[in-house]
């Protein structure tokens, strides 16, 4: 069970979640998935709260069938489609801005190993960028959130082999694009 999960457990038990708790439980994992599905940072606050704007207006909705994080994710993922169908139309490019930011774990310590992690995390994002939304958002949920195939399927539907399935095709995406990009672009060794 993924932390965001496990801290939501008492208060389901305890009937309907307010929209303190939520905001505060899911926050993070809202606005770094947002950004992980391919929002630039100059969008990503207006995408976020889209996100909690309609968990706002649906909370009483909520039945419990699905876990809460299950939930959240999906109004998630659907205002993230929903915000990239519309660049698409307006035909403007989901620019690949300022990429500083931390979106994984801080756990360089010296100023090379921040800024190679940096220059990772910036390579991984344009990657994701280059790979279809469905793969995309099965890489982030899998590799990057670390959710099992199980809690996958909960969140996205669908049936564990052809999670499985459709997983593996986008690790095999995204290896081939690293591939490419690394052939096109070595890295210089020390």
């Known amino acids: 069970m993924s932390p965001v999960a496990e801290t939501f457990t008492d208060s389901q038990r305890g009937g309907q979640p307010t929209f303190e708790q939520l905001y505060d439980d899911f926050f993070d994992f809202v606005y770094r998935n947002a950004r992980r599905l391919g929002v630039p940072p100059s969008a990503a606050d207006d995408v976020v709260q889209e996100v909690f704007m309609v968990l706002h207006r649906r909370l009483t909705e909520y039945d419990g069938r699905a876990t809460l994080q299950s939930w959240v994710y999906g109004i998630l993922a659907?205002?993230?489609?929903?915000?990239?169908?519309?660049?698409?139309?307006?035909?403007?490019?989901?620019?690949?801005?300022?990429?500083?930011?931390?979106?994984?774990?801080?756990?360089?310590?010296?100023?090379?190993?921040?800024?190679?992690?940096?220059?990772?995390?910036?390579?991984?994002m344009a990657l994701l960028d280059e790979l279809p939304e469905a793969q995309r958002e099965l890489i982030v949920l899998a590799d990057l959130e670390q959710l099992s195939v199980p809690e996958i399927?909960?969140?996205?539907?669908?049936?564990?082999?052809?999670?499985?399935?459709?997983?593996?095709?986008?690790?095999?995406?995204?290896?081939a694009k690293l591939t490419r990009h690394l052939l096109v672009s070595p890295r210089e060794k020390p």
């Not at 500083?100 to 991984?124: C, I, M, Y």
């Not at 459709?166 to 290896?175: C, E, G, M, W, Y």
């Open 153 to 175: 399927c909960e969140h996205i539907g669908g049936n564990s082999n052809t999670v499985y399935s459709r997983l593996r095709v986008a690790r095999d995406n995204l290896k």
């Open 78 to 124: 659907n205002t993230v489609r929903d915000y990239r169908r519309t660049f698409r139309r307006k035909q403007a490019p989901l620019v690949a801005a300022e990429r500083d930011e931390q979106l994984g774990p801080s756990s360089a310590r010296s100023p090379e190993q921040r800024a190679q992690l940096k220059q990772d995390l910036t390579l991984l």
